[in-house]
Nanobody, 127 residues
């Protein structure tokens, strides 16, 4: 059973940085591709980034490419999202999610491809 808990959100000024963490209390973390999504008030949940189970492959939404970095530590059963050069448009609740099947190189971009979700952590970027 995958149980995901995000942390690291908060309030930051534009241009600042935050590092989100996603902890998996289950025992299959290293077998899962991990994704990050975000949802701003009144908007749909959007894809942000994904990393394959070995960490070899990563993928980013165009809106965050070059500013965000996804990583993982399988020994600690944690995934991370380093967010730099934050903009007010990045304000949202950020979720991590687990994709529990698929190839070693596939990075899903649709939320329905992820079967397990965390509760989310709020990120607010002030201008």
């Amino acid at each position: 059973q995958v149980q995901l808990v995000e942390s690291g959100g908060g309030l930051v000024q534009a241009g600042g940085s935050l590092r989100l963490s996603c902890a998996d209390s289950g025992h299959t973390f290293s077998q899962n591709t991990m994704g990050w999504f975000r949802q701003a008030p009144g908007k749909a949940r959007d894809y942000v980034a994904a990393i394959t189970r070995s960490g070899t492959y990563t993928d980013y939404a165009d809106s965050v490419k070059g500013r965000f970095t996804v990583s993982r530590d399988n020994a600690k059963s944690r995934a991370y999202l380093q967010m730099d050069s934050l903009e007010p448009e990045d304000t949202a609740v950020y979720y991590c999610a687990a994709h529990t099947s698929g190839s070693y190189s596939y990075t899903p971009r649709f939320d329905y491809e992820y079967s397990q979700w965390g509760q989310g952590t709020q990120v607010t970027v002030s201008s």
